[in-house]
């Protein structure tokens, strides 16, 4: 089987153990259990950032500087996803300025991920 986790992870694919309380991020803890990054397995160019626009949405530029929220990919097989068995496309969505409502806001303090994951035609049975 496989899992699909997606979620404000509330941390990025950088943290670190924290040297004194020994809490593991997050992130990390999901990539030690063998969940795989949408994100790169999609081998994006960009950095995807999905956070944070001002609380009141009427921030003029983006101000998205994090890649927080996240999509996580996980096969009970054992193996981790590989981008050579899948095709995964990830991009990220409300984070232009073409994207703010008629009023002139953001439409959320986070940007959304949209995440397509396909079977390449060689590998379905």
Not at 39 to 54: D, I, K, M, S
Not at 96 to 111: I, M, N, Q, R
Request: glycine share 8%; with cysteine; aromatic share 8%.
């Amino acid at each position: 089987y496989r899992i699909v986790l997606l979620g404000d992870l509330n941390s990025v694919p950088t943290d670190v153990i924290d040297p004194v309380t020994g809490i593991v991020p997050p992130y990390q803890v999901l990539s030690l259990y063998g969940f795989s990054d949408a994100w790169l397995l999609a081998e994006n160019t960009v950095p995807g950032y999905t956070c944070c626009q001002n609380e009141t949405l009427g921030n003029t530029n983006s101000l998205l500087d994090q890649r927080i929220d996240h999509v996580m990919l996980y096969s009970a097989s054992g193996d981790r996803f590989e981008s050579a068995a899948l095709k995964v496309k990830a991009e990220v969505i409300g984070n232009e300025v073409s994207d703010k409502t008629a009023s002139g806001l953001w439409p959320s303090d986070h940007a959304g991920l949209a995440v397509t994951i396909r079977n390449r035609p060689e590998d379905m049975h």
